[in-house]
């Protein structure tokens, strides 16, 4: 771990991730990387544009706070290809059970509960108030936004993004690229990637 943390990305959810870290007391200094030099961020610095932490990569740990899960990707795969240091953070308020597995570039927001025995993915948000609970899956590049539940041994699958208060009842499997609508419940297996709303979810046709 190094002494200094750049965040890619200052908008909304950089902001966030950058409050986590700031939280988590392990960097003596925090600083945002952004395309748009412009973009109306926290009261933390923007230093450079992205490309700058190719040019720095020993110098820095660093964390891609995109919300976008695949444009999260590919920034992760690029710094990960580039051997940077990429942490995982997690709110000071989440609880996180026993025989829990986080992967790097993930990010567990306050309030969190991750339940025993569940695995998660690198480059994952498991946004504010959500909760998984014991033996779930869930993959690389994931969003679960705020207020989420899935039950027990649940999997989701790369890519996919759980909308907020969403809720998935426990055994079901959801592939990967699924957008789940805000308030929706899945009950049964999402099996083919697409955009799937309401109680109980239904895929939206051409979604
Ligand atoms: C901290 C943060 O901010 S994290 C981010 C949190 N944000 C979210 O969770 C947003 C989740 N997004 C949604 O729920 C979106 O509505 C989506 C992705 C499901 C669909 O978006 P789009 O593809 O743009 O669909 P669109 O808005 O055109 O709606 C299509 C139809 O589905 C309906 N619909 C859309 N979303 C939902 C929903 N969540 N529940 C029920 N019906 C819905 C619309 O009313 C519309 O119906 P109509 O054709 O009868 O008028």
């Not at 990569?57 to 976008?68: A, H, K, M, Q």
């Not at 308020?93 to 025993?116: H, L, R, W």
């Amino acid at each position: 771990m190094k002494e200094k943390l750049l965040i890619i990305g200052a908008s909304g959810h950089g902001k966030v991730v950058a409050d986590i870290a700031k939280k988590m007391n392990k960097w003596e200094n925090i600083a945002f990387l952004d395309d748009n030099l412009n973009t109306q961020s926290s009261n933390m610095e923007i230093v450079g544009e992205t490309s700058y932490a190719f040019e720095h990569l020993r110098e820095y740990d660093f964390f891609v706070g995109i919300g976008n899960n695949n444009i999260r990707l590919k920034i992760q795969d690029m710094l990960e290809a580039n051997g940077a240091s990429i942490p995982i953070l997690i709110h000071p308020s989440a609880i996180i059970g026993e025989q829990v597995e986080i992967n790097y570039g993930t990010v567990i927001m306050a309030g969190v509960v991750v339940n025993c025995c569940s695995k998660i993915g690198k480059g994952t948000i498991i946004n504010t108030g959500s909760t998984i609970d014991h033996d779930n899956l869930v993959g690389d590049f994931v969003h679960i936004s705020p207020g989420v539940h899935l039950a027990g041994a649940v999997k989701v699958g790369q890519e996919s993004w759980l909308g907020i208060g969403s809720t998935v009842s426990n055994n079901i499997s959801i592939t990967h690229d699924c957008i789940v609508g805000a308030g929706a419940v899945v009950i049964k297996d999402l099996s083919e990637p697409g955009t799937y709303i309401g109680v109980p979810a239904r895929r939206i046709i051409n979604g």
